[in-house]
């Protein structure tokens, strides 16, 4: 935020404190000349409600507002530039409408595949969802509109949310569950943070002072405002002191009221209000400075933006006969309610009025105008419809046809806010009509609608191919016939591994927890971390996606790049047409000192290509990416040693592997008695000064084994100072108090 802007406020300490609620559910306080804000949600467009509000979008029509591809299937562009195009664009939107901060992007890790709200998020891996949501936010905010990172933080279920304990370790909160945030407010600054229901580790998150002072502003440097989500506060006074700036949405004065009754009563320090109210006045002044009031957009231009992003979010899962593109002529049969009545988006508060929606089955007879299209339901999502007539209905037009296109998926009330899923099935009723469709028409294509992960082991072997549309938006129609037609090459990847079964996810046995508690065991192994460790099969792999054409990776160099590294893959482009590739980076560490997946991402790019073209795609690697987070040291760690770095179509297709030295200092803990005789045998100067005592005492163990044991481990293992004890006075008094202090020193700990 600007410089110049006050911050410290001239109010009283009441209208301080009121400063920190909000005057209804989407706007905050006019207090003196502190001006009033205006919020809606999003984040895949705007939810601005006119005549009553509510959280889960139960009054009905909001002001239309184009419906972007939320964010499930904005990650499956891998594109951040796509991101922030939408950002851009909602910016525009929020603008015309005098709206100042639009609530989202939602980063939070998909953490298994029955969340209810996983279509509003972008991803199981943090680093695709902190550059795609560091995109968003940056387009966003390019228009003066601020963004609000929710939520914070390790929402990952909608079972219970505003109680439930998320029980995470230290690593996996920092490497995981917070990256995305860090990411984002590191290099974005959003203008706004919104808590989340949760506990974190027994603690709310709005009255997490770790969470929310600790972290967010010593650790990473927030300059904005937390605001609560809607109703998350339990306890205004805690909530204060743990640097929650504005409760959402407002109420009746009571909480206000509390504050005041605290600072009377010297249960609040006075500093906390006085500084929650001067980011309060300096978020609001910006937010007024930044209005650009007469802004115009085009619904049109607007559509074209989401039809174009949706376009490239579409995942070509599989293309077996070389079925697709679809000639436009012949007889085509579209089947499947999803034609008619697209799936688009979820249910709850992301849910928009968009400004048009295309019919899918309209734009494939727009594209296909020679061909002879048929329509049949095939199922419907009214209970009482006649299965077996919807379904020998769709089986005559598939025998009749060349080529049927079946649209399957998730129904609304299968997905939204508030409900996690019970299962990943598809509808019992939808993979009965596919396999007597294919039984009628081997020639046919899979379209997928849903916003959670659906399981495809049992569909994935039948279909000449699947298309994979995740939630795309109001322009999914056109895109997907865009896609069908081949107007548009598929270029999307997989942001979340489709599992084989329910089983197989890492929190198949803890999600969603018991007694308000989830306890995260599966530690860092979220997704294909998971899979890829434990070596399960998935039906499709994190990050895959196939193409009209075909992509060889002819080359991998990796070169520092000052303090990063950047990749250089050399990659051709095989195949017939014109297309964009995307370029996964993983990498490895044999030998870690912690555990750590067998590869992880650390950089994608992508180029687009002509048949026969070939380019050097540059994908930086940060530095950070190969770091750990110590909870010992407190702080991320890149460990020195040969890491390699793997060019890749996916997490599973593995194209070039180039190995790199990274030099980095030696990882040092601090050495007490506690510490081990390994570990202090390894510091350079503890080691050279208990040498001798070391070589002396290995060798008499060794000595004394009959059964040729190697006691090695268990020596390495044992606490120094219990064992130097046992040895009755080998070193002299003051010794140990010293070297350790030596090396303490030398190693950057205070003595
Ligand atoms: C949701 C938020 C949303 C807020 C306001 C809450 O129920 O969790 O994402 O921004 O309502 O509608």
Same mark, same amino acid.
Request: charged share 25%.
């Given at each position: 935020m600007t410089d110049t802007l006050p911050d410290t406020t001239e109010l009283s300490l009441a209208d301080q404190a009121r400063l920190g609620s909000g005057a209804d559910f989407w706007t905050t306080k006019r207090v003196g000349d502190v001006p009033a804000v205006l919020m809606t949600d999003g984040?895949?467009?705007?939810?601005? /409600? *006119?005549e009553s509000s509510d959280q889960l979008s139960l009054s009905g029509r909001s002001v239309p507002s184009t419906c972007f591809p939320p964010a499930v299937a904005l990650s499956q562009t891998w594109d951040a530039a796509s991101a922030f195009r939408v950002g851009e664009a909602l910016g525009r939107e929020c603008q015309a409408l005098d709206i100042q901060v639009l609530l989202g992007p939602g980063v939070n890790i998909k953490r298994d595949p029955r969340g209810g709200r996983n279509f509003e998020y972008f991803s199981e891996d943090p680093f695709v969802a902190g550059v795609l949501g560091e995109g968003w936010v940056r387009g966003l905010q390019s228009m003066g509109v601020g963004a609000s990172l929710k939520h914070?933080?390790?929402?990952? /279920? *909608?079972?219970d949310r505003m109680r439930v304990s998320a029980d995470v370790d230290a690593r996996a909160l920092r490497e995981i569950y917070l990256r995305p945030f860090e990411r984002i407010v590191t290099n974005a600054q959003p203008w706004t943070v919104m808590c989340s229901y949760n506990r974190i580790s027994g603690i709310l998150a709005s009255q997490n002072e770790w969470l929310l002072t600790d972290v967010l502003r010593g650790d990473w440097g927030f300059d904005g405002i937390v605001m609560s989500d809607?109703?998350?506060?339990?306890d205004r006074v805690a909530a204060v002191t743990a640097g929650l700036d504005l409760q959402m949405?407002?109420?009746?004065?009571t909480s206000d009221a509390r504050v005041v009754a605290a600072l009377e009563s010297g249960d609040i320090e006075e500093s906390a209000v006085r500084r929650n109210a001067g980011r309060l006045e300096r978020f609001a002044r910006r937010a007024r400075a930044e209005r650009r009031p007469g802004t115009v957009w085009s619904a049109d231009d607007h559509h074209a933006i989401a039809r174009e992003v949706a376009g490239r979010a579409i995942v070509l899962l599989r293309d077996d006969q070389g079925l697709l593109p679809l000639q436009p002529s012949g007889a085509i049969a579209v089947i499947g309610e999803f034609a008619v009545k697209p799936r688009y988006q979820g249910g709850g508060s992301s849910h928009v009025t968009p400004t048009r929606v295309d019919i899918p089955l309209d734009e494939i007879r727009a594209l296909a105008a020679d061909a002879s299209v048929t329509f049949a339901a095939g199922f419907s999502a009214d209970a009482d419809a006649d299965r077996a007539a919807l379904r020998a209905a769709a089986v005559a037009e598939a025998a009749a046809s060349d080529v049927s296109v079946v649209f399957l998926g998730l129904f609304e009330n299968q997905e939204a806010e508030g409900a996690d899923r019970p299962g990943i099935d598809l509808p019992e009723d939808q993979l009965a009509l596919l396999e007597a469709v294919l039984a009628a028409q081997p020639r046919t294509v899979v379209v997928l609608s849903h916003g959670g992960v659906v399981r495809l082991a049992p569909i994935a072997a039948g279909p000449a191919a699947i298309v994979d549309g995740a939630l795309l938006g109001q322009a999914a129609g056109g895109a997907l016939a865009d896609v069908l037609f081949g107007v548009v090459n598929p270029s999307g990847r997989l942001t979340e591994t489709v599992p084989e079964r329910i089983q197989d996810v890492p929190a198949f046995t803890s999600f969603p927890g018991e007694r308000m508690h989830v306890r995260y065991g599966e530690g860092i192994f979220v997704g294909y971390r998971w899979y890829d460790t434990r070596e399960i099969d998935v039906t499709f792999p994190f990050g895959h996606g196939l193409s009209y054409t075909s992509f060889d990776y002819e080359s991998v160099s990796v070169v520092a790049d000052g303090d990063d590294y950047v990749a250089q893959v050399t990659v051709r482009n095989t195949g017939e047409r014109r297309g964009r590739e995307v370029v996964q980076v993983y990498a490895s560490l044999d030998g870690s000192v912690v555990a750590r997946a067998p590869r992880w991402l650390v950089g994608f790019g992508d180029v687009e290509l002509e048949s026969g073209e070939r380019a050097d795609v540059s994908v930086p690697i940060p530095r950070d990416e190969l770091a750990f987070w110590s909870e010992e040291l407190h702080r991320r760690v890149v460990e020195p040693g040969t890491y390699a770095f793997h060019a890749a179509a996916s997490s599973r297709d593995i194209r070039r592997t180039v190995e790199v030295e990274v030099d980095a200092e030696p990882i040092r803990y601090r050495l007490t008695a506690e510490s081990s005789l390994g570990e202090i045998m390894r510091d350079p100067i503890a080691g050279a000064a208990f040498a001798d005592l070391f070589a002396a005492m290995f060798a008499q163990f060794s000595a004394g084994s009959e059964e040729d044991v190697d006691y090695t481990p268990i020596l390495d293992s044992s606490p120094f100072g219990r064992f130097l004890g046992s040895l009755g006075g080998a070193v002299p008094p003051g010794m140990v108090d010293d070297v350790l202090s030596r090396a303490n020193t030398a190693n950057g700990f205070e003595g």
């Amino acid at each position: 935020m600007t410089d110049t802007l006050p911050d410290t406020t001239e109010l009283s300490l009441a209208d301080q404190a009121r400063l920190g609620s909000g005057a209804d559910f989407w706007t905050t306080k006019r207090v003196g000349d502190v001006p009033a804000v205006l919020m809606t949600d999003g984040p895949h467009g705007i939810r601005k /409600q *006119e005549e009553s509000s509510d959280q889960l979008s139960l009054s009905g029509r909001s002001v239309p507002s184009t419906c972007f591809p939320p964010a499930v299937a904005l990650s499956q562009t891998w594109d951040a530039a796509s991101a922030f195009r939408v950002g851009e664009a909602l910016g525009r939107e929020c603008q015309a409408l005098d709206i100042q901060v639009l609530l989202g992007p939602g980063v939070n890790i998909k953490r298994d595949p029955r969340g209810g709200r996983n279509f509003e998020y972008f991803s199981e891996d943090p680093f695709v969802a902190g550059v795609l949501g560091e995109g968003w936010v940056r387009g966003l905010q390019s228009m003066g509109v601020g963004a609000s990172l929710k939520h914070f933080a390790v929402n990952n /279920q *909608e079972w219970d949310r505003m109680r439930v304990s998320a029980d995470v370790d230290a690593r996996a909160l920092r490497e995981i569950y917070l990256r995305p945030f860090e990411r984002i407010v590191t290099n974005a600054q959003p203008w706004t943070v919104m808590c989340s229901y949760n506990r974190i580790s027994g603690i709310l998150a709005s009255q997490n002072e770790w969470l929310l002072t600790d972290v967010l502003r010593g650790d990473w440097g927030f300059d904005g405002i937390v605001m609560s989500d809607w109703g998350a506060v339990a306890d205004r006074v805690a909530a204060v002191t743990a640097g929650l700036d504005l409760q959402m949405p407002g109420d009746d004065g009571t909480s206000d009221a509390r504050v005041v009754a605290a600072l009377e009563s010297g249960d609040i320090e006075e500093s906390a209000v006085r500084r929650n109210a001067g980011r309060l006045e300096r978020f609001a002044r910006r937010a007024r400075a930044e209005r650009r009031p007469g802004t115009v957009w085009s619904a049109d231009d607007h559509h074209a933006i989401a039809r174009e992003v949706a376009g490239r979010a579409i995942v070509l899962l599989r293309d077996d006969q070389g079925l697709l593109p679809l000639q436009p002529s012949g007889a085509i049969a579209v089947i499947g309610e999803f034609a008619v009545k697209p799936r688009y988006q979820g249910g709850g508060s992301s849910h928009v009025t968009p400004t048009r929606v295309d019919i899918p089955l309209d734009e494939i007879r727009a594209l296909a105008a020679d061909a002879s299209v048929t329509f049949a339901a095939g199922f419907s999502a009214d209970a009482d419809a006649d299965r077996a007539a919807l379904r020998a209905a769709a089986v005559a037009e598939a025998a009749a046809s060349d080529v049927s296109v079946v649209f399957l998926g998730l129904f609304e009330n299968q997905e939204a806010e508030g409900a996690d899923r019970p299962g990943i099935d598809l509808p019992e009723d939808q993979l009965a009509l596919l396999e007597a469709v294919l039984a009628a028409q081997p020639r046919t294509v899979v379209v997928l609608s849903h916003g959670g992960v659906v399981r495809l082991a049992p569909i994935a072997a039948g279909p000449a191919a699947i298309v994979d549309g995740a939630l795309l938006g109001q322009a999914a129609g056109g895109a997907l016939a865009d896609v069908l037609f081949g107007v548009v090459n598929p270029s999307g990847r997989l942001t979340e591994t489709v599992p084989e079964r329910i089983q197989d996810v890492p929190a198949f046995t803890s999600f969603p927890g018991e007694r308000m508690h989830v306890r995260y065991g599966e530690g860092i192994f979220v997704g294909y971390r998971w899979y890829d460790t434990r070596e399960i099969d998935v039906t499709f792999p994190f990050g895959h996606g196939l193409s009209y054409t075909s992509f060889d990776y002819e080359s991998v160099s990796v070169v520092a790049d000052g303090d990063d590294y950047v990749a250089q893959v050399t990659v051709r482009n095989t195949g017939e047409r014109r297309g964009r590739e995307v370029v996964q980076v993983y990498a490895s560490l044999d030998g870690s000192v912690v555990a750590r997946a067998p590869r992880w991402l650390v950089g994608f790019g992508d180029v687009e290509l002509e048949s026969g073209e070939r380019a050097d795609v540059s994908v930086p690697i940060p530095r950070d990416e190969l770091a750990f987070w110590s909870e010992e040291l407190h702080r991320r760690v890149v460990e020195p040693g040969t890491y390699a770095f793997h060019a890749a179509a996916s997490s599973r297709d593995i194209r070039r592997t180039v190995e790199v030295e990274v030099d980095a200092e030696p990882i040092r803990y601090r050495l007490t008695a506690e510490s081990s005789l390994g570990e202090i045998m390894r510091d350079p100067i503890a080691g050279a000064a208990f040498a001798d005592l070391f070589a002396a005492m290995f060798a008499q163990f060794s000595a004394g084994s009959e059964e040729d044991v190697d006691y090695t481990p268990i020596l390495d293992s044992s606490p120094f100072g219990r064992f130097l004890g046992s040895l009755g006075g080998a070193v002299p008094p003051g010794m140990v108090d010293d070297v350790l202090s030596r090396a303490n020193t030398a190693n950057g700990f205070e003595g």
